[in-house]
C-alpha cells in the first residue's frame, strides 16, 4: 500500500462494476486505478473527488506485476471550486486534463512537474476572464519546458525565423516546411516573456488566440506527440470565440 497524491486525467469504463481512472501522481508518475462505477454513495463521492484536474490523496495497492491498482481513503487534496462550478473554466481543465492524459503517457514521477501542475490549475482557479482566456497559451507554452522541448529564444533576433525542429531561431528558411516567419516567429518569442504575473495582460484577438494555440499544438506533435486527438480543443475554442 502506497499513499499517492495524484491529479485526475481521465476516466474510462472497464467493466460493469468499475471504471479505471488515470492520474499523474507525485510519487509515482501515471497510474491507472481503479474506481467503482456503482450506483452508492461512495462510489458517487469518489468519482466527484476524481473528475478532470481534480487534484486528490488516496491509498493506492501498487502490487508488483499489476498495472491497475485499487484505491481506499480517497479525498481531495486541493480546493478547486470554480473548475467545478465555471462552465468555462471546467471547458478549460477538461482541455488540460485531456492533454495531459496524452503527453504524459510514458512519465515518471517528477516532484518538479507535479508542482507545476498544481499551481497552474490553482492559477485557473482564481484566473479573472482575460487571464482565463490566455491560460491555455501560457501553460502549453510552459509545459514544454518540463518536457524538454521549450524553444531556445536565445537564439532570436528580429526578423528571423523559427525552426520547428531544431528550436531555434535562424537568419534563413531551412529546408523542410516546419518553419514560422513573419509575425508567428515573432509571436513564439512574445510567449516566451509570459509569466504568471502577466500572463493577463496580453491581447489576442480571436484569430490570433485560434493561430497561437495551433502553432503550439503543431509544436508539439514535432517534438514530443500528436495532439490531433484532442477532443476537446473545438469546444475549448467555441467558448473563447
Not at 499513499?3 to 474510462?12: E, R, S
Not at 529564444?153 to 520547428?164: A, E, H, I, L
Not at 495582460?201 to 495532439?227: A, D, G, K, P, W
Amino acid at each position: 500500500m502506497k499513499h499517492l497524491h495524484c491529479i485526475a486525467l481521465h476516466t474510462v469504463r472497464y467493466n460493469d462494476r468499475n471504471n479505471i481512472l488515470t492520474a499523474f501522481s507525485l510519487e509515482e508518475g501515471r497510474v491507472s486505478l481503479l474506481v467503482s462505477a456503482s450506483a452508492s454513495r461512495e462510489a458517487r463521492r469518489r468519482r466527484a473527488i476524481t473528475m478532470p484536474l481534480s487534484f486528490f490523496e488516496c491509498v493506492a495497492d501498487l502490487r508488483h506485476g499489476h498495472t491497475i491498482a485499487n484505491i481506499s481513503d480517497v479525498r481531495p487534496s486541493l480546493a478547486l471550486p470554480e473548475l467545478t462550478s465555471n462552465p468555462i473554466k471546467i471547458t478549460v481543465a477538461l482541455f488540460v486534463a485531456e492533454l495531459l492524459g496524452i503527453v504524459l503517457r510514458e512519465t515518471p514521477e517528477d516532484p518538479l512537474l507535479f508542482r507545476y501542475l498544481s499551481y497552474s490549475a490553482a492559477a485557473l482557479d482564481s484566473a479573472d476572464s482575460r487571464e482565463t482566456a490566455n491560460f491555455p497559451i501560457h501553460f502549453l507554452y510552459r509545459l514544454g519546458t518540463f518536457l524538454g522541448i521549450e524553444p531556445d529564444t536565445s537564439t532570436y533576433r528580429k526578423g528571423r525565423v523559427f525552426d520547428m525542429i531544431d528550436g531555434t531561431f535562424r537568419d534563413s528558411a531551412p529546408l523542410h516546411r516546419r518553419f514560422l516567419d513573419g509575425a508567428d516567429a515573432e509571436a513564439v518569442y512574445m510567449l516566451s516573456r509570459m509569466n504568471w504575473d502577466n500572463y493577463g495582460m496580453f491581447r489576442f484577438n480571436r484569430e490570433q488566440r485560434r493561430r497561437v494555440i495551433s502553432v503550439i499544438i503543431e509544436y508539439y506533435t514535432v517534438h514530443y506527440t500528436s495532439l490531433s486527438r484532442l477532443n476537446s480543443l473545438d469546444v475549448m475554442r467555441e467558448v473563447f470565440d
